[in-house]
């Protein structure tokens, strides 16, 4: 069982930044991909960003150049920095983790283990 804890999101100006953090607590190994989705109301769970611990790097176009994804496998945390922000990017971004690499990361079926998510809000 992983416990997946979100921190880091805000309000901000469109062209700011934020950083997000995910803290992963429990076996290791539970935890070998991990990635970053969102969700607005009304639309599906989106993936934007995942890795895992061979520190291999999936974006979503909508974010490639942007984002950014990083893993510090010794204290299990996972990592988003977003740069260059747009009002689309607001949402409710979630961490997700799971033990295993399947078919595609950005896919929310891969994923076992979900964090409780933390807000992302982009003003024009």
């Known amino acids: 069982q992983v416990h997946l804890v979100e921190s880091g999101g805000g309000s901000v100006q469109a062209g700011g930044s934020l950083t997000l953090s995910c803290l992963a607590s429990?076996?290791?190994?539970?935890?070998?991909?991990m990635a970053w989705f969102r969700q607005v109301p009304g639309k599906e769970r989106e993936g934007v960003a995942a890795?895992?611990?061979?520190?291999?790097?999936h974006y979503a176009d909508s974010v490639k150049g942007r984002f950014t994804i990083s893993k510090d496998k010794r204290t299990n945390t996972l990592t988003l920095q977003m740069n260059n922000l747009k009002s689309e990017d607001t949402a409710m971004y979630y961490c997700?983790?799971?033990?295993?690499?399947?078919?595609?990361?950005?896919?929310?079926?891969?994923?076992?283990?979900w964090g409780q998510g933390t807000q992302v809000t982009v003003s024009p």
């Open positions: 429990g076996p290791s190994y539970s935890a070998y991909l």
């Open positions: 997700a983790a799971s033990p295993s690499y399947g078919v595609d990361p950005l896919l929310e079926r891969e994923y076992n283990y």
């Open positions: 890795t895992d611990n061979s520190r291999a790097t």
